[in-house]
């Protein structure tokens, strides 16, 4: 199409003339060609969508630009064979009962002999929190990601684009040469699911599994856990993953927050948490703890369950504590062990060592709550060695601990004041609680932070 050509036209512009003008304007005329083009151009665009040319018809260039570009906007909460003109928003409610959409077939059929036709697009969104099932299926023998259909998870958003010929596809943005996706672009989640693994290893199950792992696959889950070092994430029966922040590889902790929902996508190699929780915070590990020991507890065995009868105990599953068998089959072992609650005055352990016959033991300390801890050691009263589950970057951190009274918590230097600390490596450090140059204190409530860059 171009514009008219004529040479009455004023600056390529029609005029309606002005016969009073001295000379006269004549007015811009319309030739067959400029019309025919006209004509011709919307209708094309009509016939590439496979609609009908109509006379007295005067929306169908709206309804083939929706479309084009998607631009409907549909709900539905029943089932549903959907068309060309249901292309954009479909919003599903399945809160009365299971949902079938039909898409319509991805070749879409252009008339009147035009060549092709523009993909169509849709984006399906599940309002309902409900059991019931909803699922997009395929028309005739197309695929929808290589299956016949896709069911709609609660919650979820699924964008399906077709091929024009006879696939659909989810995928949104293209992926670098390495499999990685480009800073800005965040494909859309193959699935969604809660997370049913335990610390560290993460675990889905999401609808309509693939055989196998592929570049650009795309999950989202509602993590069960706080990871405290490294991770991965298993899909189904597939095989566990490492998951890399995609900034600063491997996680080193706390960007996995319990609660919160990610998204990760497969790179060919590991998942990347595109959506990781702030690792860049100075607190590189903290922990809050009792160091007063309890003397008179005893224990019995069950294989390597360990239970402890210790009066008033105060703690509860998941905190750590730190025992030494006195007596008994494990007379001599010292550890620190996850705590089960069993009641007020009893808690189990699980050990290493299979026992026998029960005894005496003591509870040196146990860690009420801790980031980035693997263990506290008691070295005796007020003296206690700190191991740290991912290593530092380097020993150069900061120190900083309080405690209830005047009794200060601070690094151990053997040699006094202006020396080097006792055990400060990336890995581990030595911490007392000690009235300077006086008496060592075990205390009820015991807290540090680890600050670094």
Known sequence: MQRNQDALMIGGLFTEGNPAAIPPIPASPVHQDFLNDIQEELVGVLEAQG????????????????????????????NQVLTPDHAGMVFVDATTGNVTLTLPAAALA???????????????????????????????????????????DKGETLILKSDGVSQWFNRVGTLLSDGKIPAGQIPLAAGYADDTGVANEYAISISNPPAAYFKGMTVRFKALNTNTGPATLRINTLGAISIKNRVDGLLIGGEIQMGVVYTATYDGADFDLLDPTDNKRATKAWANFNSIPYT????????????????????????????????????????????????????????????????????????????????????????????????????????????????????????????????????????????????????????????SN
Do not use: W
């Open 51 to 78: 609609i009908n040319p109509a006379a007295a018809t005067r929306t169908q260039i709206r309804q083939a630009i929706r479309r084009m570009l998607g631009g409907n906007v549909s709900t539905f909460t029943t």
């Open 110 to 152: 252009p008339v009147n002999g035009a060549i092709g036709g523009v993909p169509s697009r849709f984006t399906f969104v599940r309002t309902d929190s409900s059991a019931n099932a909803v699922t997009v299926q395929r028309a005739g023998t197309d695929t929808v990601e290589g299956q016949i259909s896709r069911t709609l």
């Open 296 to 451: 008179t507890a005893t224990y019995t065995t069950t294989g390597t369950v360990v239970t402890v009868t210790h009066t008033a105990h105060n703690m509860t599953t998941e905190m750590l504590v730190n025992l030494s068998f006195t007596s008994g089959s494990l007379s001599g072992t010292t550890g620190t062990y996850p705590v089960t609650f069993v009641d007020v005055n009893t808690y189990t352990v699980a050990v290493t060592s299979v026992g026998t016959t029960g005894g005496n033991v003591t509870r040196n300390l146990y860690i009420r709550a801790k980031f980035n801890i693997s263990s506290i050691a008691d070295n005796g009263v007020g003296d206690y060695t700190v191991t740290f589950t991912t290593p530092m970057a380097d020993s150069n951190y900061l120190f900083m601990g309080n405690s209830y009274g005047t009794v200060p918590l601070a690094i151990r230097a053997d040699s006094g004041p202006g020396s080097a600390p006792t055990l400060k490596t990336t890995t581990q450090c030595r911490i007392i609680s000690q009235v300077p140059g006086s008496t060592f204190y075990d205390l009820y409530d015991v807290g540090f932070l680890i600050l």
